[in-house]
């Protein structure tokens, strides 16, 4: 396995998208809303925001294989693991695993630093903020993603949402607007589901380790019921961003995303084993980008017409 591949897998490049779409809504957010779009800022933002989600997967790998989890998961046959698994594996040493994270956080603080002076001191509070959920959702005292409090789901509606697209906007303008906090919900509300979704595929193993997830706590019907209401909440965000005139009304194109989740929830039991959710995860996903990626060509358009 090549260097570059190796880095990709450890780092789980494949999911970046649910990172780049928010900063690109916030970024064409300021085109649309302010005829504003600085290229060089747009991709220092879209580097550091980059490498700080990689990050947040690789500290959420090394502090799970610490605390036991991805070992439980190996060891427990009804469990489809999501995290990288190299560690558990022994394939590589966590102290390299270990220097390559702090390496790509060193690459998000320096692209911080240099918004900073760029665009304003305030983007520090929404950088430092976010590193903070990335580094305590599992990392020990706090571990609020064991908790089964919903702590984790609030945190990755402000870490794939609100914090990346005002984040965004705030560093092509250097001004908050109402607007860019609307235009945040329904891609945050929908990362907020894929993350939500995937703990289905390994409850079991979390559960052994003692990770308190919703899953967990609730069982799988209430769990599954929950994850219809955030797919609910996550399109009337889009409708309401609509209304207050934060997105055109042709985004409204995006509650088409929804339509491949009816199959799947309708072959969904109260109880099912694992390999029944990667269906539900695959929906996920494709009206994540679907949807992020309507809202984008929306604002665009927006821009280009205005």
């Not at 427990?76 to 702090?102: D, P, V």
């Not at 607007?177 to 929908?190: C, E």
């Amino acid at each position: 396995m090549g260097k570059m591949s190796l880095f990709m897998r450890l780092s789980r490049f494949r999911v970046i998208p649910v990172m780049v779409i928010p900063v690109l809504i916030g970024g064409v957010g300021a085109y649309a809303w302010n005829d504003t779009f600085h290229p060089l800022l747009f991709l220092l933002t879209l580097i550091g925001a980059g490498t700080a989600h990689l990050f947040s997967n690789m500290i959420n790998d090394l502090w799970d294989f610490r605390n036991g989890v991805d070992v439980a998961a190996k060891e427990t046959a009804s469990t489809i693991s999501t995290n990288s698994g190299f560690l558990a594996k022994g394939a590589i040493e966590e102290r390299k695993f270990a220097a390559l994270t702090w390496l790509l956080f060193a690459v998000a603080v320096v692209c911080g630093g240099l918004l900073a002076v760029f665009s304003g001191p305030a983007i520090l509070v929404y950088a430092g903020l976010g590193a903070l959920l990335a580094f305590f959702y599992v990392a020990p005292p706090v571990k609020y993603g064991y908790r089964g409090k919903g702590y984790s789901e609030i945190a990755i509606l402000l870490s794939f949402g609100v914090l990346p697209v005002v984040g965004s906007y705030i560093v092509q303008t250097s001004v908050f607007d109402w607007r860019a906090l609307f235009a945040s919900l329904p891609i945050g509300l929908l990362t907020t589901l894929i993350l939500f979704n995937h703990h289905f595929l390994h409850w079991q193993s979390d559960k052994a380790s003692g990770k308190k997830t919703l899953v967990v706590v609730w069982g799988e019907r209430k769990a599954l019921g929950f994850s219809k209401m955030l797919l609910v909440l996550a399109h009337l965000s889009l409708i309401a961003a609509v209304l207050v005139k934060a997105l055109p009304f042709y985004a409204l194109i995006g509650l088409l995303t929804a339509v491949p989740f009816i199959k799947v929830y309708g072959s969904l039991k109260d109880e099912n084993p694992s390999e029944a959710y990667l269906p539900l995860m695959g929906a996920s996903l494709k009206s994540t980008m679907r949807c992020g990626a309507v809202i984008i060509l929306s604002l665009l358009l927006q821009g280009l017409i205005a």
